[in-house]
């Protein structure tokens, strides 16, 4: 959580996102967007123009000339030297903008993704770390996974259980953020998919989230019957 949050504890992000106007949020990410598309662009540029330096030099020293040769490599090299430094200040510009970038979408991102996020690194034992928001090619916004090494993984590409687990989990945060008198939860055979592990976390979490409301779930399947008598956190198991 710090090293996606710049160093910041999660009382300081708070405080931050606090802060924040909102309305505000996607013209300044448009702009950044904006920015670091430019800064890719003059990466390409400047790795186009090393590229052709570093030919000129190669083609000059297999020249005629040695003397001319020799003073027009020098150059080459300089000429590269320059062209390197920039494409360093560049790369590390876009670097910085689509951190920006990240940092604004997350200041602005839903609390119940936030919630289901929290949930589903639960329910899949820390296969995934969060939920967040993105964009398609036609950067119209979608949901994905986020896996602990940074990778994001569209609802399409999940696991029949995993996607399973994502739904339960916004299905949680969705009751929990629901003002007025706590609603029970019914879930009738939502295990069917999990492995083992799976199914012990999330009847974990089911067993938390039944401390504020009541929660009853329904299987035909004596595992997930076994695995729910093994919690023993104000766990009933009711044959029928």
């Not at 969060?130 to 896996?147: F, G, H």
């Not at 492995?195 to 409301?213: C, N, V």
């Amino acid at each position: 959580m710090t090293e996606i949050g710049d160093g910041l504890d999660a009382q300081k992000l708070r405080l931050e996102q606090a802060e924040l106007d909102l309305s505000v949020l996607p013209s300044e990410i448009a702009l950044s967007e904006q920015t670091q598309a430019r800064l890719l662009h003059e990466v390409g540029e400047a790795a186009a123009a090393a590229s052709g330096a570093q030919a000129r030099r190669e083609a000059l020293a297999n020249g005629r000339d040695a003397a001319g040769a020799a003073r027009e490599r020098a150059e080459a090299a300089g000429e590269l030297v320059d062209i390197a430094e920039r494409w360093l200040v560049r790369a590390a510009a876009a670097r910085l903008a689509a951190r920006a970038i990240e940092r604004h979408r997350a200041a602005a991102q839903d609390p119940l993704i936030a919630r289901a996020g929290e949930l589903f690194r639960v329910a899949t034992a820390g296969g995934f770390a969060d939920l967040s928001a993105d964009y398609d090619e036609a950067d119209r916004p979608i949901l994905v996974a986020r896996r602990g090494d940074g990778e994001r993984v569209r609802i399409e590409g999940l696991s029949e259980g995993a996607r399973d687990q994502l739904f339960l989990s916004l299905r949680l945060a969705l009751i929990e953020r629901r003002a007025g008198e706590p609603l029970p939860f019914i879930g009738d055979d939502l295990l069917a998919s999990f492995d083992d592990e799976r199914t012990r976390r999330t009847l974990a979490l089911l067993s938390e989230f039944g401390a504020q409301r009541q929660t009853i779930v329904f299987t035909h399947h004596a595992r997930v019957a076994e695995l729910a008598g093994d919690i023993g956190r104000d766990v009933e198991v009711v044959e029928m």
